[in-house]
């Protein structure tokens, strides 16, 4: 089932920055521009782009198609949000990209020497 643009833009997203550890929240639809942490001022994305197309099927931040569900305190009632294994970020109540069913340790090992995560690294090495 497809996601259209609309219902892509009402997704909330929580990530913590990689840099000061702030923990920030942003709704897709406003115009964040880069969506910068609201702390310490890193930049979440690299450049400007459409949050609407990304986020269907990787990662607004990193680019990361893999994901993994998580139900908040572990309760499924409150809905299950698509994470990230690469940045971090949460994405409230939706599926992305046909997520693992609960993270997995060793997704998490060989998405670690992706070049998707070793650009993310870069950039928070930059940032520093
Ligand atoms: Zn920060
Ligand atoms: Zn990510």
Redo the contacts with the bound molecule.
């Keep these: 089932m497809e996601m259209d643009n609309k219902e892509v833009l009402s997704i909330k997203v929580i990530i913590d920055c990689p840099v000061c550890s702030t923990q920030n929240r942003f709704l897709l639809e406003d115009n964040h521009d880069r969506f910068a942490c609201e702390d310490c001022g890193f930049c979440f994305l690299d450049e400007s782009k459409n949050n609407a197309d990304i986020v269907k099927d990787r990662?607004?931040?990193?680019?990361?198609k893999t994901f993994y569900y998580e139900a908040p305190f572990s309760l499924s009632i409150l809905g299950y949000d698509s994470v990230?294994?690469?940045?971090?970020?949460r994405y409230k109540d939706i599926k992305i990209n046909e997520p693992d069913r609960r993270y997995s340790e060793q997704t998490y090992q060989d998405m670690c020497k992706t070049k998707i995560s070793l650009q993310?690294q870069e950039r928070i090495k930059e940032a520093q």
Excluded: K
Excluded at 59 to 64: D, I, K, M, T, V
Excluded at 84 to 89: E, F, H, M, S
């Design positions: 990662c607004l931040f990193c680019g990361s990230c294994y690469v940045c971090g970020a993310w």
